[in-house]
């Protein structure tokens, strides 16, 4: 069963603007929430987390939202730049399940000039 | 280099052959995940170790499958009697003990059954 989804498989987006990234969970027990950047022919790199006791975190270009009572957490990237381009990983885990990783399908974010 | 090291990078191997993968955790965490990513798709979790102790094995990780990780340090995926489904990225991620920090991935290893 899939526990996270990422219902957008791709994403495009302008140089220098907002690229919004969406992500929805099933599993209440879920209580830490990750969003890994893939390359290809690489292994996920992580970019930015959120605990269940939080609804916002920052670093630099990076913000990832939680809504926990509608299991939806968001990744926003201000602004956008031809580096970004990637596979965009949302994750989840919890004490409940050893921390191991529930993903979702990914969106491919592809950043124009 | 202290990340997360996988060996090899890529295997190409012949259907009902065996093949073995290592994986080289960061030295300071005893926690260690087996994932495998197919195409489209996230990784999905296969099994994990405390130290040298396998704790949980998913119901992906058929009889064919075997983990170890010997002393708690390095670990091996070992797949007998491979099969043209068994092709996939199996990725390698360490964590510390009791913390809900980041896993740290290494780069895979891309397996093709021909």
């Known amino acids: 069963d899939q526990q996270v989804k990422q219902n957008s498989p791709s994403l495009s987006v302008q140089e220098g603007r907002i690229s919004i990234l969406n992500c929805d969970y099933t599993n209440s027990m879920f209580d830490y929430f990750l969003w890994y950047k893939k390359y290809p022919a690489e292994g996920p790199t992580f970019l930015i987390s959120?605990?269940?006791?939080?609804d916002k975190n920052e670093d630099g270009r990076f913000t990832v939202f939680l809504n926990k009572s509608a299991k939806h957490l968001s990744l926003h990237i201000v602004p956008s730049q031809p580096g970004d381009s990637a596979v965009y990983f949302c994750?989840?885990?919890?004490?409940?399940?050893?921390?191991?990783?529930?993903f979702g399908a990914g969106t491919t974010v592809t950043v124009r000039a | 280099d202290t990340g997360v090291s996988q060996n090899p990078r890529h295997k190409i191997t012949k259907r009902g052959q065996n093949v073995t993968f290592r994986c080289d955790p960061i030295?300071?965490?005893?926690?260690l995940y087996w994932y495998r990513q197919t195409l489209g798709q996230g990784p999905e979790f296969l099994t994990y170790f405390q130290n040298e102790a396998q704790l949980e094995k998913s119901r992906l990780l058929s009889d064919r499958f075997s983990a170890e990780r010997p002393k708690g340090s390095f670990s091996t995926l070992e797949i007998q009697r491979t099969e043209q489904g068994d092709s996939a990225m199996y990725l390698c991620?360490?964590?510390?003990?009791?913390?809900?920090?980041?896993?740290?991935f290494g780069q895979g290893t891309r397996l093709t059954v021909v």
């Open positions: 991620a360490s964590t510390e003990r009791g913390s809900s920090t980041e896993a740290f």
């Open positions: 959120i605990s269940s006791i939080k």
């Open positions: 030295s300071e965490h005893n926690r």
């Open positions: 994750a989840a885990s919890g004490r409940g399940n050893d921390y191991k990783l529930s």
